[in-house]
């Protein structure tokens, strides 16, 4: 086994998670905000954000979709160890990673039931550059409007447009977070 | 950091607590649906909080700072409670003033003190489900919030107005969030529910009935009401005996045995830090006995 398999996971999980987990909800509560995640590191190209995501939100009981970009024997390794999540179709998965072009075509993510609007994919998308420019964002969580440099505007508008349907976006680049609930509003600028 | 190794950080086991942030993951994205989670034992009764307690748990850092009250009070014994039980297991830092927490879990009220970005409010919910009491069935009300079918909700506000001339309900006061979803707000005063679009994060856990739901920072809550009889809180009409506030939820105090009472912020500590700026009552006459009663 390869010695990168081994390491990347969090040195004191209880507080590393606490602290990533409290980025990663008020980046959910805030659309369009960038925060700091780090503290996991995974096989390239992996990013630490994304790295981190996984330790936080992932474990056993969650099927994971990786899509090509993010699927070498490496990144098989690391997750077995550090997760232990199952790796399966993107029709059965709780939560995706990978880059945009690679999780295409989204519509093969769970979306929830009306009944169970929760049962939907989390979508963690591994961008090259995140900033808070671009789309306008509208909706909860934001005063009056926010900006987010969104890979692609119509994918996420028509998410929206099925509220409460639909599934659920962090974005990761390096360090960086921000996300993207099904709830907001987009509007390209 | 000195720590209690009896105990993981904030008492729950680590995959307690990924299960518990994913269904606050989605609490998040669907603002007012309640997600089920698998709510587990604590060590308190079930109705002490539970579900608060599992939600704040799951939140802490070491960095953040607690204050929980209990129908606006620091000093109840619930209250004082669940402060010891996070001092001890967490090891986080405790206040009572509003200002300074970070994290406050409630029983039932909304501190008078306006919340700022990067505070969380936690509340503790009973019965999450607003349509619980009018319709038994978990498999209906389920269906009736997929097909935002509130009719029902409506009719028991009106039943309300055809009995007692108003909207006779005074607490839970059913709210109805960016226009989707009705919500409990748990048993707060509706004189509390204009309060619901804050700033900061509003999460809320019942621990019994196994339900995650949050209200994202400046959400739209809108209590229900009709054209005709529009929402109104309320409050008593008097002013706090002891800082003379006229602006805030009182509770009504018994002071003897002949009919004797007075009314004091149910807030403690924003009571406690006016009477400390100098805020006094307009009128002395705290714990004379009013009007008699028989």
Redesign the interface.
Known sequence: MQNTALTGGFEN???Q???A??A???A???PGTLHQLDGGAAPAPCSAAAATALL????A??PLFLAPSHDSPDMRDWLAFHIGASLVAPENA?FALGTWDSLQPLSRFAIG??????R?A?LIIELPSLSASGARLT?????EHAHLSLPSVPEFQQNAAR??LGW?ALFTCGHQLAAL???TKIEAS | MTQDTHYNFAYLDEQTKRMIRRALLKAMAIPGYQVPFASREMPMPYGWGTGGVQVSAACLTPSDTLKVIDQGADDTTNAVSIRKFFEKTAQVATTESTRAASLIQTRHRIPEEPLREGQILVYQVPIPEPLRFLEPRETETRKMHALQDYGLMHVKLYEDIARHGNIATSYAYPVKVQGRYVMDPSPIPKFDNPKLRMAAIQLFGAGREQRIYAIPPYTDVVSLDFEDHPFEPSKANHACSLCGADHTYLDEVIVDDRGGRMFVCSDTDYCATRQATGAAPAQTATSQPQEAQP
């Not at chain 1, 936080?56 to 474990?59: A, G, K, S, V």
């Not at chain 1, 039931?113 to 929760?118: G, H, S, W």
């Open positions: 999980a209880p507080v998670s606490a602290i987990f409290r990663c909800l008020e959910m509560a805030r936080t939100f992932c474990d009981e969650t709780m039931t009306p009944d169970y609007p929760d939907s989390t909706g909860p969580g934001i005063k509220f409460p659920d609930p099904r709830s």
